[in-house]
């Protein structure tokens, strides 16, 4: 029990640590740019449907808790917070914009809820990797199946609250998407733990 508790209180360097270093005198700058190039790969990741069954196939939580696997919990977090203020802001960075509306009137749609569930996923996400997590296969997995029930839970609260819990929900916001999400789990069990394995990798 105490070793299991020391490690959630042990912080590791994220994969972007290892990749990108932090420079003296660079952190801000360097946060600010990698916050702006994570929202573009979200704003991308919402535009783009991959044709998959039951329903096609989009890479929004992937690239939210990779985000949030990646960068840590506070750049992650400051990141979808970004991405949300775009959004409020009148950008078409969500899903379906501008064709399906814009800006706060969007954001309170049946979509409210799933947005700020990837506020909770990614944060929840990047601090599972500061202990580790993101470096083996069925840890990734395990943080990741968190992040997604942290997005699917406000997703289908907000969904129930807003057309009642008399319609069907769980039809509407999860059980199609479910094949999908497992996929996208796997695709980030076997990246996340290989790039770490790379980027430790001893020169000989």
């Not at 640590?17 to 003296?24: A, G, N, T």
């Not at 690239?63 to 990141?79: N, Q």
């Not at 129930?160 to 999860?174: F, H, N, Q, R």
Request: proline letters at 6%; hydrophobic letters at 50%; one cysteine or more.
């Amino acid at each position: 029990m105490s070793t299991s508790m020391s490690s959630l209180n042990t912080t590791h360097p994220t994969l972007l640590d290892k990749l990108i270093p932090v420079r003296e005198g660079g952190k801000l700058l360097r946060s600010i740019l990698l916050a702006l190039s994570g929202t573009l790969a979200l704003t991308i990741s919402a535009k783009i449907q991959i044709p998959f069954y039951p329903v096609p196939l989009t890479m929004t939580t992937f690239v939210v808790l990779s985000l949030g696997m990646a960068f840590g919990w506070r750049l992650a977090g400051a990141t979808l917070i970004l991405y949300l203020l775009e959004g409020a802001g009148g950008l078409p960075v969500f899903a379906g914009t501008p064709e399906k509306g814009i800006g706060l009137a969007y954001m309170m749609g049946g979509t409210g809820g799933y947005l700020i569930g990837f506020v909770l996923a990614a944060v929840t996400c990047g601090w599972l990797a500061e202990r580790g997590w993101d470096r083996g296969v069925i840890s990734t997995i395990c943080a990741m199946l968190i992040g997604n029930a942290l997005i699917y839970i406000p997703g289908l609260l907000w969904l129930g609250a807003l057309y009642g819990w008399d319609k069907p929900i769980l039809e509407w916001g999860l059980t199609p998407f479910i094949l999908g999400d497992l996929t996208k789990v796997a695709l980030a069990a076997a990246v996340l733990p290989l790039t770490w394995k790379f980027v430790t990798r001893k020169k000989p």
